[in-house]
């Protein structure tokens, strides 16, 4: 069964993470390019960012106003770690910011930086740290009632798609699943 939602984030720390060939559908993806570790090749990035573009994917670059605009994005993500203000001009620029919380203090935060849209992590329990706190889809459709412009993410595997029926939302964010499963999530998805 599919999920049809709005909009898809997929958020990859390498380029290598995600085949954009295999992206058929125009205007209903977005990739956020958060790699703290190890940068690329600027060129290599520049390719990247225009397949994406020619695919009428969305490309976003984590928490670096600088390749940001050298790579021609089309906005920046705004990790829940940064509190800076520095990027309020931006909200009256052509770029689109986007902003990640845990709860309800950050969101505030996120709204103050000027994000259009947050994503909010974690929605499902995560493989990686069994005893970290999920908001649930209870307490996450609570939170929409807060901001609408709530995106989740976090635990969101192949497994759980279907639960995501039950969550107004515009969207979701995956970032594990692409890089565990990416065929099978490219299948389910595009």
């Known amino acids: 069964m599919f999920i049809i939602k709005n909009k898809y984030f997929l958020i990859i720390e390498s380029i290598k993470d995600l085949d954009v060939k295999k992206i058929k559908k125009r205007n209903k993806f977005s990739v956020i390019y958060r790699n703290n570790k190890n940068r690329e090749n600027i060129d290599d990035l520049g390719k990247f960012r225009k397949l994406c573009k020619l695919k009428g994917i969305k490309f976003f670059v984590a928490n670096d106003f600088k390749l940001t605009v050298s790579l021609k994005a089309d906005g920046i993500y705004l990790s829940a770690y940064n509190t800076s203000l520095k990027y309020l001009p931006l909200k009256k620029t052509k770029y689109q910011l986007i902003g990640s919380a845990h709860n309800l203090k950050e969101i505030t935060m996120k709204i103050k930086q000027g994000c259009n849209l947050i994503l909010l992590s974690k929605l499902f329990l995560v493989n990686y740290d069994k005893k970290s706190p999920f908001l649930g889809i209870v307490k996450f459709n609570y ?36 890089k565990k499963k990416p065929a099978n999530i490219i299948n389910r998805l595009f």
């Not at 939170?143 to 969550?167: F, V």
């Open 143 to 178: 939170n929409l009632k807060i901001n609408e412009n709530l995106i989740p993410l976090g635990g969101i595997s192949i497994n759980k798609l279907n639960s995501l029926k039950n969550i107004n939302c515009k969207g979701f964010a995956l970032l594990s699943e692409i």
